[in-house]
């Protein structure tokens, strides 16, 4: 089985980190979203995974990908000129998918239990593709499915105005009747046909998938952390750090660590207390501080600080009596 992971959207809730990363780029307990995404799909039948790219920090990705995973996986990568949605998007991985079944994983989800537990229930089902849904108090702001007695999706529509049902798609699709997909994106991208948004919906390839005669089923996810917001981000983050354990062999003088937490190579702390729930990237330098639940990037400084709930880029120096922080890569905050 092949996936497809869109990895090209502008990720403008994730602002600043976005202004000098794509979005899976942006690292979270140990390692980048995407490496999450691959991570999980080492446990899984996937060998080939195409990476649908865009925009002008695409070759992070690319790196990333090859460098990290390029001998667990065989990648290719086809590139989104243009961001037209999430449609569009998958649309471009059509060369480099024949009839073969693919499974789709949005670049900023992350799974608590990761991919392997879908493409197992996958395995007992022979309908045309399977989505993966959950129960939400706000459908609206989703794609939602509804479904018949059997069990079936009888229909599904991109962040509606009034939700048929409170199931919302969940960033995981399986695939089986590739082929019936990739009309139904040819149909609306060669139609000009735009759906929410004013973008090509993968929703909307679905309906007309189901419209033709396919047959798609559901499962239900556990919980998912939809990375593309700060607060989501820093969940994520303590989910994952709970979840694995992470070793943190630094040079720590005079300092705390407050389990779980992720330290990279090369970082130096002194008269401080970390954690719980801290990721530090690589050669970040932390001195007199306190930081609890936040993200650290690497080769950052952080001085005379008491941190919580925080994102700080790389290559960012704070100095001063900061609480909460939302700083981008290169930036420097001093409060002296
Ligand atoms: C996309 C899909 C939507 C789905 C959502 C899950 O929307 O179009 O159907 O519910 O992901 O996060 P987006 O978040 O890109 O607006």
């Not at 989800?109 to 989505?131: A, P, V, W």
């Not at 139609?191 to 973008?199: K, L, Y």
């Not at 993968?202 to 396919?214: K, S, V, Y």
């Not at 694995?244 to 190579?265: F, K, R, T, W």
């Amino acid at each position: 089985m092949k996936a497809i992971i869109p990895t090209a959207g502008q990720g403008t809730r994730l602002y600043p980190h976005t202004h000098t990363k794509p979005k899976p780029m942006v690292r979270l307990a140990g390692r980048p979203i995407l490496g999450h995404i691959l991570e999980s799909f080492t446990r899984t039948p996937v060998e080939e995974v195409v990476l649908v790219i865009g925009g002008p920090m695409k070759s992070q990705v690319v790196e990333y990908a090859n460098s990290e995973y390029g001998t667990e996986f065989d990648f290719s990568f086809v590139e989104q000129a243009s961001p037209e949605g999430l449609g569009h998007s998958i649309y471009q991985a059509d060369p480099e998918i024949s009839d073969e079944p693919v499974v789709i994983a949005l670049g900023d989800m992350i799974f608590e239990n990761g991919y392997s537990t879908f493409l197992e229930k996958d395995q007992s089902d022979r309908l045309d593709g399977l989505i993966g849904v959950k129960p939400v108090t706000e459908p609206q702001h989703y794609g939602v499915v509804d479904i018949d007695s059997d069990g079936i999706i009888s229909s599904l529509v991109e962040k509606p105005d009034d939700p048929p049902s409170d199931l919302a798609i969940s960033g995981v699709y399986i695939v089986h009747d590739s082929v019936a997909l990739f009309d139904a994106l040819d149909h609306l991208v060669s139609n000009g046909i735009r759906g929410a948004g004013n973008e090509y919906q993968l929703t909307d390839a679905l309906q007309i998938m189901i419209d033709e005669g396919c047959q798609l089923g559901t499962f239900e996810v556990e919980e998912w952390y939809d990375c593309g917001r700060p607060d989501t981000l820093l969940e994520a983050n303590r989910v994952c750090l709970d979840k694995v354990p992470i070793s943190s062999d630094c040079d720590c003088q005079q300092s705390a660590i407050v389990e779980p937490v992720d330290i990279g190579e090369n970082v130096d702390l002194s008269n401080c207390v970390i954690g719980p729930h801290v990721s530090i990237d690589d050669g970040a330098r932390i001195n007199n501080s306190i930081v609890q639940d936040s993200i650290v990037g690497r080769n950052s400084q952080l001085t005379n600080i008491n941190i919580k709930s925080s994102i700080v880029g790389d290559n960012t120096e704070v100095v001063g009596n900061s609480q909460q922080l939302n700083v981008g890569d290169n930036s420097v905050v001093e409060n002296l």
